[in-house]
């Protein structure tokens, strides 16, 4: 098993950039697909990126794409999401979660994902 630990939410004026991070223990971080989804407040949970186990390859929900990027550093055992231009709609409680899969994929879908962090809070003001 691995475990997932988020860290690099909080408060943000519109237009602002932060960095979460997802700190990973257990197994080899490199054998598994990373994502990050967010929920907000009387929303389903939707998909926001993924990128491979290698980080050769990444995939970007449209919402975000331009303004997010998701990296990985294995030796370090941490994923990232750096984002960009922040916007209100933005706001939500961000998680990562990891799955293994095989070498060049990743998923979309939150039910193909095994391993989840607790999520951590991104508030952007107007």
């Known amino acids: 098993q691995v475990q997932l630990v988020e860290s690099g939410g909080g408060l943000v004026q519109a237009g602002g950039s932060l960095r979460l991070s997802c700190a990973a223990s257990?197994?080899?971080?490199?054998?598994?697909?990373m994502g990050w989804f967010r929920q907000a407040p009387g929303k389903e949970r939707e998909f926001v990126a993924a990128?491979?186990?290698?980080?050769?390859?990444?995939y970007y929900a449209d919402s975000v794409k331009g303004r997010f990027t998701i990296s990985r550093d294995n030796a370090k055992n941490t994923g990232y999401l750096q984002m960009n231009r922040l916007k209100p709609e933005d706001t939500a409680v961000y998680y990562c979660?990891?799955?293994?899969?095989?070498?060049?994929?990743?998923?979309?879908?939150?039910?193909?994902?095994?391993?989840w962090g607790q999520g951590t809070q991104v508030t952007v003001s107007s």
């Open positions: 979660a990891a799955s293994e899969i095989s070498s060049g994929y990743y998923y979309t879908a939150d039910y193909d994902y095994n391993y």
């Open positions: 257990g197994r080899t971080f490199g054998n598994y697909a």
């Open positions: 990128i491979t186990r290698s980080g050769s390859r990444v």
